[in-house]
């Protein structure tokens, strides 16, 4: 069964409350974004293998450890987890990143995959896959799929804000893909919206509506 943490750092929280607020204008949603996907990335590199080295420091020689040097690709499903690319890349600057693009169809609610580009060596990356909603888990559970169709073996799924039924749709169909949040909320209303949520985050981030 995949594993849920869910983010409760009070500097995750607290930037997660003006994200959600409607009055906050696109400028600062996306800075906010930005910066709690730094936050993010730093907790979900928590089990990042390290391997000890030694280094000369100006009075003697010390063992001190580096990261094991495991290749990571970050996959933002687009377009609303381009806004969460560069957060996590400001702590793993040296991960390749790929791209999904998927959008709910707005009469079904499912996800139609228009574009997949991923790196060449996809077989040998641990893949963080990134979007701010998992609203049905349409979207994210077609994401995986996707990937999984190329060749990857080990993959996590981050985002903002989780609805029960997008981790439950995650769990049933991926049971091997850990699952990091900042918040898990209360439901999906008719439209599949995430409630409270934070509204559309692709319109929200780009200014589009
Ligand atoms: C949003 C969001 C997720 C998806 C989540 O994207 O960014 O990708 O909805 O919903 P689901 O869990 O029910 O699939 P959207 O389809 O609105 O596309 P956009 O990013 O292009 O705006
Ligand atoms: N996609 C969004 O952008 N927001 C939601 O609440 C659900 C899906």
């Not at 040998?124 to 169709?149: C, H, Q, W, Y």
Request: hydrophobic share 40%.
């Amino acid at each position: 069964m995949s594993k849920v943490y869910v983010f409760d750092h009070p500097l995750i929280q607290h930037k997660l409350t003006y994200i959600r607020d409607k009055n906050t204008g696109t400028k600062e949603f996306r800075e906010l974004v930005d910066e709690v996907a730094t936050l993010m990335a730093f907790e979900i590199t928590r089990d990042m293998p390290l391997e000890e080295i030694e280094v000369e420091t100006p009075v003697t020689t010390a063992k001190s450890k580096v990261l094991s040097g495991k290749k990571l690709a970050i996959v933002p499903i687009l377009r609303a987890g381009i806004g969460m690319v560069d957060g996590v890349l400001n702590l793993i600057p040296a991960a390749k990143v790929g791209h999904i693009g998927l959008y709910r169809d707005p009469e079904t609610l499912k996800p139609v995959e228009y574009y997949a580009k991923l790196p060449a060596d996809v077989e040998e990356r641990d893949f963080i896959i990134v979007d701010p909603m998992l609203a049905t888990g349409g979207s994210a559970v077609e994401a995986i799929n996707s990937l999984k169709k190329r060749g990857a073996k080990h993959i996590k799924f981050m985002c903002l804000i989780a609805a029960p039924e997008g981790v439950e749709a995650i769990q049933k169909e991926h049971d091997d893909v850990d699952i990091y949040i900042a918040a898990l909320d209360e439901k999906l209303n008719d439209h599949g919206y995430i409630i409270p949520g934070l509204g559309d985050a692709g319109d929200r981030l780009f200014g589009t509506k």
